[in-house]
């Protein structure tokens, strides 16, 4: 079963391919449905620069939100880290903690 990530951000693929050790694991390439003699079948995709992949918060770089499948980059170093940072922009939100204020709530109730 595939795997959501709590972060993915979208990227075109000519962004990725600008990192000097990029490769690509083509065979991992989403197929695409074509109709063939009024039968739906997948055929294998070319990736072009106008792309759009997912830059995974483990900074694996998928065909798809999932972040487990279709994985067409997976060599994550400290230079890529470094690249998709100040390169790309690319920072996991950090999500704060909300407080909720119950006295406030429980003022608010009675009648």
């Not at 490769?23 to 792309?51: A, P, S, W």
């Not at 690249?83 to 109730?109: H, M, R, W």
Request: with cysteine; hydrophobic share 35%.
């Amino acid at each position: 079963m595939a795997t959501m990530g709590k972060y993915c951000k979208a990227y075109l693929l000519k962004n990725f391919r600008q990192f000097s050790h990029w490769t690509e694991n083509i065979e991992n390439v989403k197929k695409e449905k074509k109709q063939v003699d009024g039968k739906e079948v997948e055929v294998d995709r070319q990736l072009t620069d106008d792309d759009i992949l997912y830059l995974q918060e483990n900074y694996v770089v998928t065909d798809g939100i999932f972040k487990d499948e279709n994985i067409i980059f997976e060599n994550v170093t400290p230079e890529w880290k470094e690249f998709c940072t100040k390169t790309l922009g690319f920072e996991i939100p950090v999500y704060e903690p909300i407080t909720i204020n119950t006295s406030v709530i429980q003022d608010n109730a009675k009648p």
